[in-house]
């Protein structure tokens, strides 16, 4: 089998490989600056084949003109691309040297100094265009020795209704059944762990292995506590889809109809921040360790055992505060018929001062306000904000700031504030200055049986 020169002895293909280039396309591909399998050489490395391939055809040129027969323009075509040998060698019965330097001998001094300097000029590469022979078949390419400029990163802003799925570490939390809050599932929380990539908050965790793993810190996002029940709605729906792609359809369900109970409840608005909240936490908490198949009957039994235990707490803490109230107001009234008494016999003016002359404000220990409108202490009627009781039921009154007085929101009546304090007390003549527009009725639920300040009142409790 016959290799063509500059292979080293080595074939052009494999075996197994496509057949071998003829000749005369091998002197094709070495013209063009191509490898023998028509594949490109570097720029640098086809520009020196180049001008290798230009000082070889002028060397047979001049053995031409020279006389000689013997020049083929058939003879192979190829060049041996091997590093040059650490000492230059002089080469053995070369007939092109030796052609070449007859030729030299020939030629006058100027002639060979201006041959010398058409060579010299030939070994720089140039600057200009190469020819479209050379330069047609060869991309667009950058010097090797010429630092490439980068192009600039584009920022790609994706809006969070263009991702698809959730963040890994979020699905690993719930691979691994670990309380996911639910908080985690709203599109702000979603698009910021999305926008943190592989720099999200992690913590420590040993698993039922006794091996330790990195898992989400979920104590460094919003407290699902502080969720509103619309914010809690839009979580929740995010939550279903999300526990359908990484936990599957059963557990997707049952979720679904745990939110869905909630959102149809007719007193979800009301008791969120009271019940609802609470208990859907609680639920879903011990859903993660006993998971349990969803039933309404149960779900309502939860919501009226916590929603007795709710009222029973407020009806303890509105009564400690009525009973406060109340010995206030006694420790008022028996302060006052001691100063009332001690008048007569008050020492003439320039006397020794006694226990008689203190003020009204020394003897009488400071007041704990409690508002006529929600029932709640520590602010007065004037300056409340608030719509509903502790308990929960809409409040009966409000505080109408263009006239100063307390105002029944059903009937539009104006009601009596001295009257709700202290009642029908002989002592208090304020009731009597003003007119038949101003009823005596509870400010908390209506009734004229009772004063607002007294614990015959469930106004301020009622579901």
Not at 441 to 458: E, L, N, P, V, Y
Request: proline residues 6%; glycine residues 6%.
């Amino acid at each position: 089998m016959h290799v063509p020169s500059g292979t080293s002895g080595h074939g052009l293909v494999p075996p197994s490989g496509p057949p071998a280039s003829t000749p005369e396309e091998l002197g094709n591909y070495l013209r063009r600056g191509l490898k023998p399998d028509g594949s490109k050489y570097p720029r640098s490395t086809r520009e020196g084949m180049k001008m290798a391939t230009d000082a070889r055809n002028n060397i047979r040129q001049a053995r031409r003109d020279a006389g000689e027969s013997e020049v083929s323009e058939d003879e192979p075509d190829m060049i041996e691309l091997t590093p040059p040998p650490s000492r230059p060698t002089t080469p053995v019965n070369n007939t092109d040297v030796a052609a070449l330097t007859a030729i030299l001998a020939e030629l006058s001094p100027s002639s060979r100094k201006e041959l010398a300097k058409d060579y010299m000029r030939s070994l720089k590469p140039s600057r200009r265009h190469h020819s479209s022979d050379w330069d047609s078949d060869s991309e667009d390419e950058t010097p090797m020795t010429k630092k490439r400029r980068l192009e600039e990163e584009l920022n790609i802003d994706i809006s969070i209704d263009e991702v698809v799925g959730w963040h890994p570490r979020l699905k690993e939390l719930m691979n691994y059944s670990e309380y996911t809050p639910a908080s985690l599932f709203l599109n702000d929380t979603r698009r910021q762990m999305l926008d943190q990539n592989n720099n999200v908050h992690l913590r420590t965790s040993v698993g039922e292995d006794g091996k330790k793993r990195q898992m989400l810190d979920v104590s460094k996002y919003r407290d699902e506590k502080t969720l509103s029940s619309e914010e809690w709605h839009e979580a929740m729906e995010n939550a279903v889809a999300c526990t359908l792609e990484v936990l599957g359809q059963d557990q997707a369900d049952c979720l679904d109809k745990h939110c869905l109970w909630f959102i149809n409840h007719p007193k979800f608005a009301r008791d969120w921040e009271t019940v609802i909240r609470d208990m859907d936490i609680k639920l879903r908490n011990f859903y993660v360790w006993k998971p349990f198949a969803f039933n309404a009957e149960q779900y309502q039994k939860k919501y009226g055992h916590l929603r007795a235990e709710y009222n029973n707490s407020v009806c303890a803490n509105t009564a400690s505060e009525m009973k406060a109230l109340r010995l206030s107001l006694g420790t008022q009234s028996h302060h006052s018929a001691q100063t009332s008494a001690s008048s007569s016999s008050r020492p003439p003016a320039g006397s020794g001062s006694g226990s008689g002359n203190r003020s009204f404000q020394e003897q009488v220990p400071k007041r704990i306000p409690l508002c006529l409108v929600c029932a709640r202490s520590g602010h007065r009627a004037s300056d409340c904000n608030n719509h509903f009781y502790p308990g929960g039921g809409a409040v009966y009154s409000r505080w109408n700031h263009s006239d100063r007085r307390l105002t029944s929101i059903k009937t539009g009546d104006t009601i009596c504030t001295a009257w709700n304090t202290v009642g029908n007390r002989a002592e208090y003549s304020a009731c009597s200055k003003h007119g038949h527009d101003t009823r005596h009725i509870c400010s908390f639920c209506g009734s004229a049986d009772h004063i607002a300040i007294t614990k015959d009142c469930s106004g301020a409790v009622r579901l």
